[in-house]
Structure formats: structure tokens, C-alpha cells
RNA sequence: GCGGGUAUGGCGGAAUAGGCAGACGCAAGAGACUUAAAAUCUCUCGGGGGUAACCCCGUGCCGGUUCAAGUCCGGCUACCCGCACCA
């Protein structure tokens, strides 16, 4: 038999080669078949290509998908890009080139790139949202979205990135400041465009039951969309006809609530500005707080500040007093109504504002210390006192009765509340969708044909962005100078564009037919297809791409476009990668290793072999070259076999039920994402094969076999050497027998007092007093014949209890 | 503050369902091969004690349950990641 070195830079692109010719990995048109939908996030295609973190997912579904496809299944496993946003633009602006050149340029790396890992990713499926082919769709997608009243215009405080120059959604403010350049974001009043996301939020929170996604994930989901229950109030304003309604999850405590507050965007202030005496002290507390950044207000939350409305008071409807109302920045216009009623009591923040404004304190729910001294909060079996109709009672019934009072009183409602809140679509960029709206004097916001999507980004001068917030395209009279497809008068279009989680929101579903015209995808091709049955991501998208792109399917299943609610059946998601040192890899902190040499000096199996072997998947790990070493040795093993191979195509004896639990042990873990053990395992086949200096050609196809998926092109290379049949990638996965697992003995550990003092060799058919005896011989010299308990755990353990 | 996660040798990490802690890999040491080195192959490799057979200790800390605890229960500590005045 042949025999030359590893040579990793021949055989790579030979292979990768033949599966090109050969269509290997486009995607089966038989539908008799079971499907496999496997997706990994697509990548934004940033200009500094691909990191070592980028393939640890793909490496994952790689290795999955190619597994599937042994297994008979009909595998979808398609890449794409999502290539609109602003690292792209800002490239632009720098550079002077046009961002779609940019776009091309970073594509066209990122997958040479990833072609030379060799993902067995069908291209000809390939999508890219800046393709006007695929964003025709995305806006048409907001056109449903419009029509439906999902998607709407509204004056809204925004953050605004005072460096991007652009409007974020909530989830892109981190910490106070922009989530991608760090700088300061600010509160600025801006029309823009919303969707509706809140409409859904319980469809969101309970689809979560219906589907398979790791716990951390459901449960941040969960959290995100924040459900709570509780009642809302009314409060009448006292002398006035209009009430002030508060939320509240503690309607058991009203009888405790001795003053209001309301926050200072609450209309309720504009309205009577004249009726409160000291409104300029008032008006200046709202500049203030309007002043500060959302952040700063929660920065700036350890004391309490505000001021009374003098010449306003409320009346608590259950006991008719009269009580203060105050405004402060403590509570929040976003959420719930905007007013509370304060219970300091049992609440820390209002206790906290009713001693720094020396309000009354009234315990409602005994059980904790004096309540003028300390807050009672945990008052889960407190009883209701100072209660009227509810003395006595527990919290729990207590909130029914309370509930059941301002029913029938008419003064109040169960209602549940959600810190979701709608989704701001507009961002005052030029590289993104377009939004596909005129606004017409006449006919206000006026949503274009169907038939002239899609609405092109028009070619501009400058993408630079506008001091005045605007976006570039407003710049662009010709273009924004239209007709109204209403009345035909003259109108403006739209200038803003769309996020860059528009065209993220739905990629998978075009996957499923990416070439159609006529629409984002047949239903036909829908049926077959979706839902996409194992999605893996990072955790950094748990609450925004995952989150919005479930609230986009689930309208798309309303109107009938999809043929399934959930998008996704299954979601994990890994670990990060970490420099060296345990640190974030980052070029300032120069622990940022490029996949490109790794490939270059090692090899792509070696790359993907360490990836998988680097550690738990979920979890981040950190990179160590001496590792990748180890990877590339273990690699080098498996090719040296090939001079070993005895030509005998069944199992050694002596290695049978070995080799039938690593098939077994190697085809779970594949599916339960433990990469690493599954190696592990391999490395220790190895190593057997090593030890008897001897392979049969059946365990070495089998070994080829099992970690094809892993390092595709090796064993390709090996299993044509050996003289395999066709390709190793068209072999059928291997089969274990679970009744070939187990040995004729088995060595079983002996305990005397639960400490470990030997083992015993016993057939593994003996009785359990045969085992019991071999034990007792192997110990009873030495400890005496006073055992006083016999414990033997079937094939596991013996244990013998002595005095 | 709330939610989630993690803690095991010199290092990365294993350990279904409580059942031989440290699989597999790295680093280190020894030997073989070599003029030599590298590569490769073989062996050793948690700590302590003993000439030895063996013995003691050991999975962040304190306690508990159990014949048996890295694993279960109660109470902590440290670090990481989200969220955060959400009424």
C-alpha cells in the first residue's frame, strides 16, 4: 500500500474540488425523503473576514447535516449574507467606494474563506438581503405588515446614537451607550416607524411552549417579553372629570396607597398645567428629567427626586381619601400608564421617595418589622391589615377580592401587562431597505404598488449622514419627488430605511426556494421544508433576531404565508471563542488568531477538528495553539493507520463491543452537541489500534466513517486509498448492535465502606452470589469476616460493609 | 437588586440515572530510534506518607442525606453573562 506524508494543502482543495463537480452538496430534489432543515446564522460580512468564531457553529451543522444526509435524510443546510448595515457604510464613507462594491468585495472573501473550511453548504441557495431580488421581498413584507396596521408612524423618544447619527431600538443600547461604536446615546423626539411587535407578545410567549429551544434561551425570551399580571385603577382626579389610571401588580396593597406619582412626559400635566400652582418648578423638573438620557435617570436612582402637584390631589377609591400626586422621574411614561400609586410600605422605591419627602407610611400586609422603619416587600404569607373588607385575609385572596371589588364597582380591571415594547423600524442610513412608502398631503402614509417593488436604493452622492438626523436618501430631491399611487398628486417618499434585522427576520424561508419571483417562496416549497428544524446562533441574539424574526413569522402565519407558527423547532447556541489569555479576542487586546493561517499551516480538518474538540459547545473557550497541535497529531494518527490496515473486512474479535459503543457514543453525541466527548472517543479507537499495531479494514472504514463528518476530507482521501466504493461522503452511516457492547466479563470495582479496594473479573452473565463471593475472597483476608451488608449494584459496583 | 451560568490536576476539559474522580488532549519527565536534534513510538504523570504490599487526603467554602456525593438537599463565597426605578 501506498504511503506518503500528510499532505493537507493537496488533498483540501482536491476534494473540495470533486465535491463541486459532483453537486455533492446541492439539495436533493427527492421529497419522499425525510427533510432536514439545519440553519446557522448567516454572517454580517465585515471587512476583516472571517474569525475563529465564526466556525465553530458552522463547524457543529456541518457535522450534523453531513451525518443526516449518511442517514438518508434530505438535508437543507444553505449560507447566505446579511450585508446590509452600518460597518459596511461607514467602510463606504471612509473609502469612498460604494458600499455595494463593498458588500461584493467582503462576500467574495468571506467565502473563499469558508470554502476552504470546507462546509458542506449548498450555494446554489445562496442569499444576500442587499439583493434587490431578495429585499423586494422584505419590503414586501412591511407592505402586509402596513396593511395590517402593524407597522405605523409615530413621534417617539428615541436613543439616538449621537456618533452613528442614527436612531437604535432599545436592544442596541447597551449600558447607555450604542451597542456598535460606543458612544453616547442620547433621547431625541423623532417620527419614525414602529412595528407592532407588542401585538404578539403573548402569541411569542406561548409559541416558547411549543418548541425545543435550550432553557437559557426560552427563559431570557420570556423575560425580554416580560408578562406580569395585575389590575389597573382608576383614580379620580379630585374637582376634575378625568381619572388617573395606574397599573399595578400589588392591587391587595391599595388600601396602603397614600400618595400618586406620575412621570414627566404624563399628559395629565400639559393638561392642567393651569390648575397646579406651582407649575414653573413643575415645568423645570420636566426639562430636567427630559434633559437625561434613560440611562442617566436609572444612573441617577439611588435618591429619590421630584416634586408635588400643588392645587391637585387624587382620591384612593377604596377608602375616598384624598392623596398628594407628584411627578417624578422614577416612573416611567413607557411603561404600564405611566402614573402609579404609590404603597411605601411595601415597596422599596416609593418608601424610598416617601421618606425623602416625609409621606405617610401604612402598613396594609403584617408580618415584617415596623414599616416606618424598614420596607415590607417579601410579604408572600403576610396577612391584609388597615384593610376594611380585606383584614385578614392572605395576599393571594386578598388581590382576588380586591380584583373581584373594583369589577363590580366599575372602578377597575385585571389586566396584564408586558415590558415589550414596539420595535422602532427606521434607522436614518442609506444602506438598508427602503421603505417602501410615500407620505401624500392628501392622503398621509400611502404604501406603494405591489407591482414597483422593489423600490431600489437610488444611487447618492455622499452617504454621510445628516447632521439634521435626516437620511441621506432625503437629500435625493429627484427620488424622493413622486407621485401619490392614491391620488396621483405629488408626494414624498419615505427616506428612511429599514434595520438591519429586516432582512435577518425572514432568510430562512427564502432558503427554502430562493430563486422564486412570483413570491418570497411557494407554498409548496414552505410545506416541505419548514419549520427549520435545528437552528443554532449565538446568545447575543436571543432577544433581538431570534425574537423579532419569531414575531415576523408568526404574522406571516396569520395571513397564511406560512404554513407553521414557530420558524424555528429546535435552537442551541455555543460558547464564545476567547483569546489565550481568557479574554474577548479583540485587536487591541492582540489575542485575535486568524482562521486563515490556522488553515494555511494545519489544515481545515485540524481547524474544525479543534473546534469541535476545544470544549463543551455552549460554553466559551479559550484558544491554545498547543491544542490545535494535538488536533493536527491525532489527524496524523489516523493517516498513519493506513500502513497498518489487515485486510479483513469484519471487526477483531477483541474489539468489537468497543468499536460498536463508539459508533453508538459518536452518533449521540453528534446530535446532543457534545463534539468533544465524541472525539474523544475517536482518539481512544485510535489509540486501541495503535496499541495492537494492527487495523482491519473494516474498523478503519468504520473509524473513516464516523469522523468524516468531522474531517471530511482526510478520510475522503483515505477511504478512496483504501479502496472504498464511490465516495465516503455517499456511504451509509454506521449501525451499532447494542447486544455486541457488552464483553463476556466485565471488571468490577470492590468498596469495603464505600472506599475503593480492589476490582474483581466476573463473567458478566454470574450470578450475584458468584460476584459476591469473588468479592469477598478478593477482601475477606484482610478485613475479616465481619460483614454486616452486602451491597452489589448490577454492573456496576460492589460495596461490603464491615465493623 | 432580579434572572441565568460557571467553579474539578501545571493547563484545556471528561464523568448517562448518585456507583473506580481526572476519559481525551496539552504541557512535563523517562526510555527507544538518531551522530545529534526534530518528528515518531512506548511508558510515567492530583497531593502526601511508606523499602514495600499498601495507607491517608483531594472536585470553590460550611453543614446534611446515603452503604456510596463532583453529582442530591440546606447555607455561603468568587467570577462571568443578561436585565435593571417594569409599579
Same mark, same amino acid.
Given at each position: 500500500?501506498?504511503?506518503?506524508?500528510?499532505?493537507?494543502?493537496?488533498?483540501?482543495?482536491?476534494?473540495?474540488?470533486?465535491?463541486?463537480?459532483?453537486?455533492?452538496?446541492?439539495?436533493?430534489?427527492?421529497?419522499?425523503?425525510?427533510?432536514?432543515?439545519?440553519?446557522?446564522?448567516?454572517?454580517?460580512?465585515?471587512?476583516?473576514?472571517?474569525?475563529?468564531?465564526?466556525?465553530?457553529?458552522?463547524?457543529?451543522?456541518?457535522?450534523?447535516?453531513?451525518?443526516?444526509?449518511?442517514?438518508?435524510?434530505?438535508?437543507?443546510?444553505?449560507?447566505?449574507?446579511?450585508?446590509?448595515?452600518?460597518? +459596511?457604510?461607514?467602510?463606504?464613507?471612509?473609502?469612498?467606494?460604494?458600499?455595494?462594491?463593498? +458588500?461584493?468585495?467582503?462576500?467574495?472573501?468571506?467565502?473563499?474563506?469558508?470554502?476552504?473550511?470546507?462546509?458542506?453548504?449548498?450555494?446554489?441557495?445562496?442569499?444576500?438581503?442587499?439583493?434587490?431580488?431578495?429585499?423586494?421581498?422584505?419590503?414586501?413584507?412591511?407592505?402586509?405588515? /402596513?396593511?395590517?396596521?402593524?407597522?405605523?408612524?409615530?413621534?417617539?423618544?428615541?436613543?439616538?446614537?449621537?456618533?452613528?447619527?442614527?436612531?437604535?431600538?432599545?436592544?442596541?443600547?447597551?449600558?447607555?451607550?450604542?451597542?456598535?461604536?460606543?458612544?453616547?446615546?442620547?433621547?431625541?423626539?423623532?417620527?419614525?416607524?414602529?412595528?407592532?411587535?407588542?401585538?404578539?407578545?403573548?402569541?411569542?410567549?406561548?409559541?416558547?411552549?411549543?418548541?425545543?429551544?435550550?432553557?437559557?434561551?426560552?427563559?431570557?425570551?420570556?423575560?425580554?417579553?416580560?408578562?406580569?399580571?395585575?389590575?389597573?385603577?382608576? /383614580?379620580?382626579?379630585?374637582?376634575?372629570?378625568?381619572?388617573?389610571?395606574?397599573?399595578?401588580?400589588?392591587?391587595?396593597?391599595?388600601?396602603?396607597?397614600?400618595?400618586?406619582?406620575?412621570?414627566?412626559?404624563?399628559?395629565?400635566?400639559?393638561?392642567?398645567?393651569?390648575?397646579?400652582?406651582?407649575?414653573?418648578?413643575?415645568?423645570?423638573?420636566?426639562?430636567?428629567?427630559?434633559?437625561?438620557?434613560?440611562?442617566?435617570?436609572?444612573?441617577?436612582?439611588?435618591?429619590?427626586?421630584?416634586?408635588?402637584?400643588?392645587?391637585?390631589?387624587?382620591?384612593?377609591?377604596?377608602?375616598?381619601?384624598?392623596?398628594?400626586?407628584?411627578?417624578?422621574?422614577?416612573?416611567?411614561?413607557?411603561?404600564?400608564?405611566?402614573?402609579?400609586?404609590?404603597?411605601?410600605?411595601?415597596?422599596?422605591?416609593?418608601?424610598?421617595?416617601?421618606?425623602?419627602?416625609?409621606?405617610?407610611?401604612?402598613?396594609?400586609?403584617?408580618?415584617?418589622?415596623?414599616?416606618?422603619?424598614?420596607?415590607?416587600?417579601?410579604?408572600?404569607?403576610?396577612?391584609?391589615?388597615?384593610?376594611?373588607?380585606?383584614?385578614?385575609?392572605?395576599?393571594?385572596?386578598?388581590?382576588?377580592?380586591?380584583?373581584?371589588?373594583?369589577?363590580?364597582?366599575?372602578?377597575?380591571?385585571?389586566?396584564?401587562?408586558?415590558?415589550?415594547?414596539?420595535?422602532?423600524?427606521?434607522?436614518?442610513?442609506?444602506?438598508?431597505?427602503?421603505?417602501?412608502?410615500?407620505?401624500?398631503?392628501?392622503?398621509?402614509?400611502?404604501?406603494?404598488?405591489?407591482?414597483?417593488?422593489?423600490?431600489?436604493?437610488?444611487?447618492?452622492?455622499?452617504?454621510?449622514?445628516?447632521?439634521?438626523?435626516?437620511?441621506?436618501?432625503?437629500?435625493?430631491?429627484?427620488?424622493?419627488? +413622486?407621485?401619490?399611487?392614491?391620488?396621483?398628486?405629488?408626494?414624498?417618499?419615505?427616506?428612511?430605511?429599514?434595520?438591519?434585522?429586516?432582512?435577518?427576520?425572514?432568510?430562512?424561508?427564502?432558503?427554502?426556494?430562493?430563486?422564486?419571483?412570483?413570491?418570497?417562496?411557494?407554498?409548496?416549497?414552505?410545506?416541505?421544508?419548514?419549520?427549520?428544524?435545528?437552528?443554532?446562533?449565538?446568545?447575543?441574539?436571543?432577544?433581538?433576531?431570534?425574537?423579532?424574526?419569531?414575531?415576523?413569522?408568526?404574522?406571516? =402565519?396569520?395571513?397564511?404565508?406560512?404554513?407553521?407558527?414557530?420558524? =424555528?423547532?429546535?435552537?442551541?447556541?455555543?460558547?464564545?471563542?476567547?483569546?489565550?489569555?481568557?479574554?474577548?479576542?479583540?485587536?487591541?487586546?492582540?489575542?485575535?488568531?486568524?482562521?486563515?493561517?490556522?488553515?494555511?499551516?494545519?489544515?481545515?480538518?485540524?481547524?474544525?477538528?479543534?473546534?469541535?474538540?476545544?470544549?463543551? /459547545?455552549?460554553?466559551?473557550?479559550?484558544?491554545?495553539?498547543?491544542?490545535?497541535?494535538?488536533?493536527?497529531?491525532?489527524?496524523?494518527?489516523?493517516?498513519?493507520?493506513?500502513?497498518?490496515?489487515?485486510?479483513?473486512?469484519?471487526?477483531?474479535?477483541?474489539?468489537?463491543?468497543?468499536?460498536?459503543?463508539?459508533?453508538?457514543?459518536?452518533?449521540?453525541?453528534?446530535?446532543?452537541?457534545? /463534539?468533544?466527548?465524541?472525539?474523544?472517543?475517536?482518539?481512544?479507537?485510535?489509540?486501541?489500534?495503535?496499541?495492537?499495531?494492527?487495523?482491519?479494514?473494516?474498523?478503519?472504514?468504520?473509524?473513516?466513517?464516523?469522523?468524516?463528518?468531522?474531517?471530511?476530507?482526510?478520510?475522503?482521501?483515505?477511504?478512496?486509498?483504501?479502496?472504498?466504493?464511490?465516495?465516503?461522503?455517499?456511504?451509509?452511516?454506521?449501525?451499532?448492535?447494542?447486544?455486541?457492547?457488552?464483553?463476556?466479563?466485565?471488571?468490577?470495582?470492590?468498596?469495603?465502606?464505600?472506599?475503593?479496594?480492589? +476490582?474483581?473479573?466476573?463473567?458478566?452473565?454470574?450470578?450475584?452470589?458468584?460476584?459476591?463471593?469473588?468479592?469477598?475472597?478478593?477482601?475477606?483476608?484482610?478485613?475479616?469476616?465481619?460483614?454486616?451488608?452486602?451491597?452489589?449494584?448490577?454492573?456496576?459496583?460492589?460495596?461490603?460493609?464491615?465493623?
Amino acid at each position: 500500500m501506498q504511503f506518503e506524508p500528510y499532505n493537507h494543502k493537496e488533498i483540501e482543495p482536491k476534494w473540495q474540488n470533486i465535491w463541486d463537480d459532483n453537486e455533492a452538496w446541492v439539495t436533493g430534489e427527492d421529497k419522499s425523503r425525510p427533510k432536514f432543515y439545519a440553519l446557522v446564522e448567516f454572517p454580517y460580512p465585515s471587512g476583516q473576514g472571517l474569525h475563529v468564531g465564526h466556525p465553530r457553529p458552522y463547524t457543529a451543522m456541518d457535522i450534523v447535516s453531513r451525518k443526516r444526509r449518511m442517514q438518508g435524510y434530505n438535508v437543507l443546510f444553505p449560507m447566505g449574507w446579511d450585508a446590509f448595515g452600518l460597518p +459596511t457604510e461607514n467602510y463606504a464613507i471612509k473609502n469612498k467606494i460604494h458600499p455595494k462594491v463593498v +458588500t461584493e468585495n467582503n462576500v467574495k472573501r468571506f467565502k473563499s474563506q469558508l470554502r476552504s473550511l470546507g462546509y458542506s453548504f449548498d450555494w446554489t441557495r445562496e442569499v444576500n438581503t442587499t439583493d434587490p431580488g431578495y429585499y423586494k421581498w422584505t419590503q414586501w413584507i412591511f407592505l402586509q405588515l /402596513f396593511k395590517k396596521g402593524l407597522a405605523y408612524k409615530a413621534e417617539m423618544p428615541i436613543n439616538w446614537c449621537t456618533s452613528c447619527k442614527v436612531g437604535l431600538a432599545n436592544e442596541e443600547v447597551v449600558n447607555g451607550v450604542c451597542e456598535r461604536c460606543g458612544s453616547e446615546v442620547i433621547r431625541k423626539v423623532k417620527s419614525q416607524w414602529m412595528l407592532k411587535i407588542t401585538e404578539y407578545a403573548e402569541k411569542l410567549l406561548q409559541g416558547l411552549d411549543d418548541v425545543d429551544y435550550v432553557e437559557k434561551i426560552a427563559v431570557s425570551q420570556r423575560n425580554w417579553i416580560g408578562r406580569s399580571t395585575g389590575a389597573e385603577v382608576d /383614580f379620580s382626579i379630585k374637582g376634575k372629570e378625568d381619572k388617573l389610571h395606574v397599573y399595578t401588580t400589588r392591587c391587595d396593597t391599595l388600601f396602603g396607597a397614600t400618595y400618586m406619582v406620575v412621570s414627566p412626559e404624563h399628559p395629565i400635566l400639559e393638561k392642567y398645567s393651569s390648575d397646579i400652582e406651582n407649575w414653573s418648578d413643575v415645568a423645570a423638573y420636566r426639562e430636567q428629567a427630559a434633559r437625561k438620557s434613560d440611562f442617566e435617570r436609572s444612573e441617577l436612582a439611588k435618591e429619590k427626586t421630584g416634586v408635588v402637584l400643588k392645587g391637585l390631589s387624587a382620591v384612593n377609591p377604596v377608602n375616598e381619601k384624598e392623596i398628594p400626586i407628584f411627578v417624578s422621574d422614577y416612573v416611567l411614561m413607557s411603561y404600564g400608564t405611566g402614573a402609579i400609586m404609590a404603597v411605601p410600605a411595601h415597596d422599596e422605591r416609593d418608601w424610598d421617595f416617601a421618606k425623602a419627602f416625609n409621606l405617610p407610611i401604612i402598613e396594609v400586609v403584617a408580618g415584617g418589622e415596623n414599616v416606618q422603619e424598614k420596607v415590607y416587600t417579601d410579604v408572600a404569607d403576610g396577612i391584609m391589615v388597615n384593610s376594611g373588607f380585606m383584614d385578614g385575609l392572605s395576599v393571594k385572596d386578598a388581590q382576588k377580592k380586591m380584583i373581584e371589588f373594583l369589577t363590580e364597582k366599575g372602578i377597575g380591571r385585571a389586566k396584564t401587562n408586558y415590558k415589550l415594547r414596539d420595535w422602532v423600524f427606521s434607522r436614518q442610513r442609506y444602506w438598508g431597505e427602503p421603505i417602501p412608502i410615500v407620505k401624500c398631503d392628501k392622503c398621509g402614509y400611502v404604501p406603494i404598488d405591489e407591482s414597483q417593488l422593489p423600490l431600489l436604493l437610488p444611487e447618492v452622492d455622499s452617504y454621510m449622514p445628516t447632521d439634521d438626523g435626516e437620511s441621506p436618501l432625503s437629500k435625493m430631491t429627484d427620488w424622493v419627488n +413622486t407621485t401619490c399611487p392614491c391620488c396621483g398628486g405629488p408626494a414624498k417618499r419615505e427616506t428612511d430605511t429599514m434595520p438591519q434585522w429586516a432582512g435577518s427576520s425572514w432568510y430562512f424561508l427564502r432558503y427554502c426556494d430562493p430563486k422564486n419571483d412570483k413570491e418570497f417562496a411557494s407554498k409548496e416549497a414552505l410545506e416541505y421544508w419548514m419549520n427549520v428544524d435545528w437552528y443554532n446562533g449565538g446568545m447575543e441574539h436571543t432577544t433581538l433576531h431570534l425574537l423579532y424574526s419569531r414575531f415576523w413569522h408568526h404574522f406571516l =402565519y396569520d395571513i397564511g404565508c406560512v404554513p407553521c407558527p414557530e420558524p =424555528y423547532h429546535r435552537r442551541t447556541s455555543h460558547g464564545m471563542i476567547l483569546g489565550s489569555n481568557g479574554e474577548k479576542m479583540s485587536k487591541s487586546r492582540g489575542n485575535v488568531v486568524n482562521p486563515d493561517e490556522i488553515v494555511d499551516e494545519f489544515g481545515a480538518d485540524t481547524m474544525r477538528t479543534y473546534e469541535m474538540f476545544i470544549g463543551a /459547545f455552549e460554553l466559551s473557550a479559550s484558544w491554545q495553539e498547543e491544542g490545535v497541535k494535538g488536533c493536527r497529531r491525532f489527524l496524523e494518527r489516523v493517516w498513519k493507520l493506513q500502513t497498518m490496515v489487515k485486510d479483513d473486512p469484519g471487526y477483531s474479535s477483541d474489539l468489537e463491543s468497543t468499536v460498536h459503543r463508539t459508533i453508538k457514543k459518536v452518533s449521540s453525541d453528534f446530535e446532543t452537541l457534545k /463534539f468533544n466527548t465524541a472525539i474523544a472517543a475517536m482518539m481512544s479507537l485510535v489509540n486501541e489500534f495503535y496499541r495492537k499495531n494492527e487495523v482491519t479494514l473494516g474498523e478503519y472504514r468504520l473509524l473513516l466513517t464516523l469522523l468524516n463528518p468531522v474531517a471530511p476530507h482526510i478520510t475522503e482521501e483515505l477511504w478512496q486509498r483504501t479502496g472504498g466504493e464511490g465516495f465516503l461522503y455517499q456511504q451509509k452511516w454506521p449501525e451499532y448492535d447494542e447486544a455486541k457492547m457488552v464483553d463476556d466479563t466485565m471488571e468490577l470495582p470492590v468498596q469495603v465502606n464505600g472506599k475503593v479496594r480492589g +476490582t474483581v473479573n466476573v463473567s458478566t452473565d454470574a450470578s450475584k452470589d458468584d460476584i459476591l463471593s469473588a468479592a469477598k475472597e478478593l477482601v475477606g483476608t484482610k478485613y475479616g469476616e465481619n460483614i454486616v451488608k452486602e451491597i452489589y449494584v448490577p454492573g456496576k459496583i460492589i460495596n461490603l460493609i464491615i465493623k
